[in-house]
T-cell receptor
Framework: QQQVKQSPQSLIVQKGGISIINCAYENTAFDYFPWYQQFPGKGPALLIAIRPDVSEKKEGRFTISFNKSAKQFSLHIMDSQPGDSATYFCAASLINSGSARQLTFGSGTQLTVLP | EAQVTQNPRYLITVTGKKLTVTCSQNMNHEYMSWYRQDPGLGLRQIYYSMNVEVTDKGDVPEGYKVSRKEKRNFPLILESPSPNQTSLYFC???????????FGQGTRLTVV
């Protein structure tokens, strides 16, 4: 049972275009929603994150939009560049019954930005 | 340089031969965890540790063991590996409850 559903599985965008990746969750106990970027041969690295008390967070070309009532959030990459080509994972986090913060990941989106 | 170091990076082994993947962090982090990454499934947590001698199961713990005897090290042990444990494994550490998780570079394990 996948608690965080991510789409699309792969995405091809022209340089300068907008990349949009969507995620949806079920568990309302999630209280932190990070996005990770992973390049081939590397581990995931935190890109940007949001808490559910705000509807949008922007850092440079990267923006998270968050819709609490719909239990959906998305990553927008403006002016996409070939260097953005990577796998992107959304995640949702909560504090579990053992008082530990636990991350649940989406299935990942492989983004290719064409030059 | 702050980092999480995993060894080995690549490993091919045979079914049933015990193996250990090591993980070490130099950030004095309390929290450490292991994930496996499989196509179409994202990263799934295997085990996590909140501090020395404190470990707990994640979402997919079957077939794995861990130990946390020292704060900096969190090895993943496969007592009797099977082909369905062929995967890409990541170790991660975090300094506190609400801080960023840092990931190692991964260990690609193939069990034949």
């Amino acid at each position: 049972q996948q608690q965080v559903k991510q789409s699309p599985q792969s995405l091809i965008v022209q340089k300068g275009g907008i990349s949009i990746i969507n995620c949806a969750y079920e568990n309302t106990a999630f209280d932190y929603f990070p996005w990770y970027q992973q390049f081939p041969g590397k581990g995931p690295a935190l890109l940007i994150a949001i808490r559910p008390d705000v509807s949008e967070k922007k850092e440079g070309r990267f923006t998270i939009s968050f819709n609490k009532s719909a239990k959906q959030f998305s990553l927008h990459i403006m002016d996409s560049q070939p260097g953005d080509s990577a796998t992107y994972f959304c995640a949702a986090s909560l504090i579990n019954s053992g008082s530990a913060r636990q991350l649940t990941f989406g299935s990942g989106t492989q983004l290719t930005v064409l030059p | 340089e702050a980092q999480v170091t995993q060894n080995p990076r690549y490993l091919i082994t045979v079914t049933g031969k015990k193996l250990t993947v090591t993980c070490s962090q130099n950030m004095n982090h309390e929290y450490m965890s292991w994930y496996r990454q499989d196509p179409g499934l994202g990263l799934r947590q295997i085990y996590y540790s909140m501090n020395v001698e404190v470990t707990d199961k994640g979402d997919v713990p079957e077939g794995y063991k861990v130990s946390r005897k020292e704060k900096r090290n969190f090895p993943l042990i496969l007592e009797s590996p099977s082909p369905n444990q062929t995967s890409l494994y990541f170790c991660a550490s975090r300094g506190g409850m609400n801080t960023e998780a840092f990931f190692g570079q991964g260990t690609r394990l193939t069990v034949v």
